[in-house]
């Protein structure tokens, strides 16, 4: 494996204007960030084919910060200005940032179809259990019973497990980290960057401002201590008794299949269709010829 | 329907639908990317380029809903593609808050909305013109819009592709305004031949990238758009922003912003409008009519002009921005004005405004709003009380 240089992300930051940047201090989603970019620069993809889309949210600012071709769109909707870019241009490498209210509740719809598609994004959910941005409301990942702005008596609903979602829509790659595991997190971007297919990553992180203060955690070592003690890699979980297995989390790779992917399947179809209509026009043009052949014989007929 | 269909001789007419026309203006003005969902009256629209896209080579997708069909156009027009989609009410009112993106973002593309009664589902194969305004204040905030409402087959052919060259031109979404009467009627055309046609592509820029600023202002307030992928590596976001698409707050760029979001569409206005006058010369009368009325409207000046009334039609082709200057200068010298349309009451408050210090004259109303077509008759009557 490459040695990854320190400082390798200033190589992949905006310089002009851009800092300091929007997030608090302690908070996750700059971690990942991190993780993301040494990912990026494993892997050797070129700044120039990587569009970076996000929806509103702490987490859909990370666009504006990096250098790439960057589209910061409408709350919940990245995927689906995603799906119009890739599909357009299945060259490019096209990475959607989201939160978990963006991806999950708003924008869970577009989730479930790029999903069931299997288009090829790399969709990275950065699961803070909470609507950070916005100051603390309830999201569909907050854990039943945990309190928000808006679940002052302890939420009621019970949460999502976004990757049995994602599993279940179809997305050929599925996988959980967290921002204390950064290899992990580094090298499951990688796969899921090498993936042809939608590979869909949650990734779970602290939000010790908006979700800290409403929880009493709002030390964000705490909570990276939390993300280290109550998950457990895929392989490790195989080997826990069904009592230990309960209360915890599971991260690595879930799934990891092959399915043809959306846009060549669409590259087929043209491919298909457009045989078909070149030897229409042949068998055209042939019936044409036939049709001036025979007339041509049967005026010399006629002169005979 | 295969593309032979389409592939057609351009001198003899061919019988087509006014939604089968404006797919295939689209396809003709450079269509490289449809996302929609499907809706009555529109849905003939979708089913068309689904056959004929892929034939092309172009892409076609049924997307999830309207705000992803929404996302889904602007996201590849960010690649460099013509993009569209095509809806009705119900659909339109869930792209709103994406075509404001657009808007702010000043990413061609081009809606198509063929309406139907409203509000909510309403009347899903009712003819109706209550949209006027959804076109034009339909999302958020402050913005300018182009709206072209054609009112035969042929046009709905023509302005398709005016649509296209506007939304490149002037970078931003524009609003093609059906009637279900319109989107469903067949009539006998004969389209232009291809190389007669006028295309317009955006303009992309001629600098390093380091130079580049995607919202540079100039006199003109329009700015090359380069397409992801080319090396540009630019920033888009609906927050508000500077030149270079980044987040601003400054009230200096701010104002800058939305003076540019303004002005390309108003110092332009000469190349946006179209009206036509029709027996305008001579009016006493004058109807104002749009889409399908004015085919109404049309009918009802021949009759009357039969009679030796003198009555005679505009029609804007253009109703937003609205033709402020041409109305006004058209209604100086008649007597009355019959303002029709089938909604409550939306275009009328436009003449009223531009014509208000005109205290000479009369407008009167006529409306429908009951899932019928206003008919001649319906306008004849109205003549007969001021002539
Ligand atoms: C259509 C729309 N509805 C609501 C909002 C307000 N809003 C902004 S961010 C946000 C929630 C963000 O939560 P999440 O997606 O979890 O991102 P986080 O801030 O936690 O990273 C909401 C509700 C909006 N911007 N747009
Ligand atoms: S509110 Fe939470 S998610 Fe948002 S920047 Fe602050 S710590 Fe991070
Ligand atoms: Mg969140």
Redesign the pocket.
Known sequence: MKKIPQKVIHRYLRHDKKFPH???P????GTILGDFLRAVYNIGIPKDEIVMVSGIG?SGRMPVYVDFNTLHTTHGRAIAFATGIKFSEPRLKVVVISGDGDAAAIGGNHLIHAARRNIDLTIIIIN?SIY??TGGQASPTTPLGDYATTAPFGSIEPEFDLCKLAESAGASFVARTTAYHTMEARQIFEAALNKKGCAVVETIAQ?????GKMNQQSSAIEMLKWQKENTVSIKSFDKLSPEKRQDKIVRGIIVDKDREEFTARYENLIKRLQKNESSKEKSKQQAGENQKKSKSKSKKEEKK | MSTDRYNMDRNKPILLQGNEAVALGALDAGLGFFGGYPITPSSEIAEILSNEMPKRGRKFIQMEDELASMASIIGASLVGKKAMTATSGPGFSLMQENIGFGMMTEVPCVVVNVQRGGPSTGLPTSPAQGDMMQARWGTHGDHPSITLYPDSVLECYELAIRAFNLAEKYRTPVFLLLDELIGHMREAVKLPPKDELKIINRVNPNVPPEWYKHFKNNPKYISPLASYGQGYRFHVTGLTHDEKGFPTNKQTEIQAKMDKLLKKITDNLDDLIQVEAFHMDDAEVAIFAAGVVARSAKEAVLRSRKKGKKVGLIRPLTIWPFPDKEVERMLESTKATIIAEMNQGQLINEVLRVTKYQKHAKYIELQRYDGSLITPEDILEKINEVL
């Not at chain 1, 302690?26 to 989603?29: A, H, L, Q, V």
């Not at chain 1, 939000?207 to 979700?211: A, G, H, R």
Request: hydrophobic share 30%; charged share 0%; proline share 6%.
């Open positions: 929007v997030w608090c302690g908070c996750g989603i702490c803070n950070g941005m939000c010790p401002v908006s979700y």
